[in-house]
């Protein structure tokens, strides 16, 4: 009788803990996640009775919280309608948050730490004190240039202040509106997004920061920084081939145009003068002679395999970490299975500039409250030294002469000493070649790294190599940035 007791006790204990344990679970533990999941209604309701913070360029707004007449008090606007909407992100009443409207959601909600005295003195003077102002470091003009010169073109652009970091342009195309994704009406917005979904040219890619492409020959200079740090000087001689074959293979890799590479010393090439005129065949080579992780190494120290330190969301561009010696000859030359972002080679340009020195990009320099005063500032982050000083001088000297004598003429510009990297990159069986151009210059107290990718060469379909297509896309956007002539 006790036994059947003391059983019947245990079912009810076990039942009262299960009783008990629920609430907890709901309550206690998950009551964070449940809290901050977009799709509770509670959450919805309370957030949208806050006018959430501007986002400003150069004092414009181009995201803002504007009152309506619905039991959602306020409703998310962006002024400029796409321009911006690869930085900014959306506000969705379905969809949620993305980019800077979801990594800086706590300031733009005024309940961010930094924020607690202000909150603190509207509670005691019954203020109802909209949320903060994010101020981006992204520059109008450098911004209108980036996606004027896109076009219609499908591929990206990134610039940054190479001394800073700051993200001066970032664009892509195609690119989406984010209005569309805004408003209070479900059905509209669930309308939107599936076409935006379903469109096969994925206008929701951020291509400049998330999309990932083999670089072509721009991976040249991290090639050639990785000889330069083995003892190669820019004048050590290479052999100029018309045909390379790895070892272990018997497929030769050859030069854009078939034949040996343009150079004053017949069968040999200078480092210097094979970047210049871009000679895959003594790059090729000199992979295989430095060697897998030596190459590996040099690229991981510019960013690869490790994610870029980046404000927003960005792709992690890759190199395989063992690679055979056919695989090291067609990685030299930034083909195989590299894979690289826009922005990920303007911050490989924006090192090489920088005197080696690697800056994380960033695009909110501040948060202001709105009674003007600075809440947060985030100030240039620097990564470290990541090459030498002396091997980034001769890289900027040898990237000049590929624009005053080489490959990327057409990203010259009157009265400014430019560097830069063209690069063509084979990607799938039967389509054109991505064009690429990466590039610095600075004037006064103005710098800037540039990375463009054209996708499948644009409307130069096969025609196209970086010179001719990438190239002046960027010189524009560095002309509008510093202010130079056309």
Not at 53 to 62: D, F, I, N, Q, T
Not at 72 to 94: A, I
Not at 160 to 172: E, H, L
Not at 477 to 483: K, R, T
Request: hydrophobic letters at 40%.
């Amino acid at each position: 009788m006790n036994r059947q007791i003391r059983r019947v006790a245990f079912v009810v204990l076990c039942a009262f803990v299960a009783l008990l344990a629920a609430p907890f679970y709901w309550q206690v533990v998950a009551a964070d996640r449940l809290t901050n999941d977009p799709r509770n209604a509670r959450t919805l309701i309370k957030e949208y009775s806050i006018q959430r913070g501007k986002m400003v360029v150069s004092g414009e707004p181009v995201a803002e919280s504007v009152a309506t007449n619905d039991k959602l008090e306020y409703k998310r606007v962006y002024p400029q309608g796409p321009r911006y909407g690869m930085v900014t992100g959306f506000y969705s009443l379905v969809f949620g948050r993305t980019l800077a409207e979801e990594r800086f959601n706590s300031f733009l909600l005024g309940q961010a730490p930094e924020q607690f005295a202000q909150n603190l003195s509207d509670l005691l003077t019954a203020n109802d004190t909209p949320g903060g102002t994010l101020t981006l470091t992204l520059d109008p003009a450098a911004q209108e240039a980036a996606e004027r010169e896109l076009g219609r073109s499908k591929g990206a652009v990134a610039a940054i202040d190479f001394r800073t970091g700051n993200v001066v342009a970032i664009t892509t195309f195609p690119r989406y509106d984010p209005n569309d994704l805004s408003g209070h009406d479900p059905e509209k917005i669930r309308t939107a997004w599936k076409q935006l979904n379903e469109d096969p040219d994925a206008p929701l890619l951020n291509r400049a920061a998330g999309g990932l492409y083999p670089p072509g020959s721009t991976f040249k200079v991290v090639t050639a920084a990785a000889a330069l740090e083995s003892g190669v000087t820019p004048d050590s001689q290479l052999d100029n081939r018309a045909a390379y074959v790895p070892p272990q293979t018997t497929r030769p890799i050859r030069n854009f145009g078939g034949g040996s590479c343009r150079s004053p010393n017949g069968d040999k090439i200078t480092l210097s003068q094979a970047l210049t005129v871009s000679c895959n065949t003594a790059f090729a080579e000199l992979g295989v002679r430095l060697g897998d992780d030596k190459l590996v190494n040099e690229a991981e120290k510019f960013g690869l395999n490790a994610g870029l330190e980046y404000q927003l969301p960005a792709a992690v561009s890759l190199i395989p970490r063992e690679l055979d010696p056919p695989a090291t000859a067609q990685s030299a030359i930034g083909q195989r299975d590299v894979r690289v972002s826009p922005l990920q080679m303007a911050s490989i340009a924006a090192t090489i500039a920088n005197d080696g020195k690697r800056m994380a990009p960033h695009v909110v320099s501040q948060v202001v409250a709105n009674d003007g005063k600075v809440v947060k500032t985030f100030r240039p982050d620097s990564l470290g030294q990541v090459i030498p000083g002396s091997v980034a001088t001769d890289l900027q000297q040898m990237m000049i002469s590929v624009v005053e004598s080489g490959t990327a003429r057409g990203g010259a510009i009157e009265g400014l000493q430019v560097g830069g990297k063209t690069g063509t990159a084979q990607n799938a069986p039967g389509k054109a070649p991505h064009a690429w151009f990466i590039c610095f210059t600075s004037r006064g107290d103005k710098a800037i790294a540039v990375a463009v990718v054209i996708e499948n060469g644009g409307n130069a379909g096969d025609e196209a190599t970086g010179g001719r297509v990438a190239a002046p896309v960027a010189r524009a956007v560095i002309q509008a940035y510093l202010g130079s002539g056309q």
